[in-house]
């Protein structure tokens, strides 16, 4: 039996190394769609050359999704689980194996957890760019 659990947690491991990474493409898939959103969010006048996500990591800098649209939370998160649907099945199975933790089985809140967390962290990532920097300096004056 020690060596069945040994084994589960090697597959567990394993699948984190190319879960995070399969995680990551999958939330930059759906930024790229995003990015071709015409909602207009946020009271500033942002230039022309801003698209959705360029406005939405400004915004969630200060609000939470709900504080900016009503629906935007749902809007984000279904662009998100539909990229998560079209993974291949093995990409699916290191994401939903990675999120195992050994004896309890696949969990799917904790694998969507991870997607949502990623995505969060790449929109903060992306808040840092210099079009976005320039943008906020020149608005703080």
Not at 18 to 39: G, P, Q, S
Not at 53 to 61: P, R, W
Request: charged share 30%; hydrophobic share 35%; with cysteine.
């Amino acid at each position: 039996m020690a060596d069945n659990n040994e084994l589960i947690k090697e597959i567990q491991n394993q699948c984190k190394y190319f879960a995070n990474d399969i995680v990551t493409r999958l939330c930059k898939r759906a930024i790229r769609k995003m990015k071709a959103w015409e909602i207009k969010i946020g009271e500033d006048n942002y230039p022309e050359s801003f698209n959705f996500f360029d406005i939405l990591s400004i915004e969630c800098q200060s609000k939470c999704y709900d504080e900016i649209s009503p629906c935007l939370k749902d809007a984000i998160e279904g662009v998100l689980d539909n990229e998560y649907d079209n993974l291949l099945p093995q990409e699916r199975f290191f994401v939903d194996y990675s999120r195992c933790y050994y004896d309890n089985g696949y969990d799917p809140i904790s694998v969507k957890q991870l997607i949502y967390k990623r995505f969060n962290e790449l929109l903060n990532e992306h808040w840092r760019i210099k079009k976005i920097s320039n943008f906020e300096e020149s608005r703080s004056w």
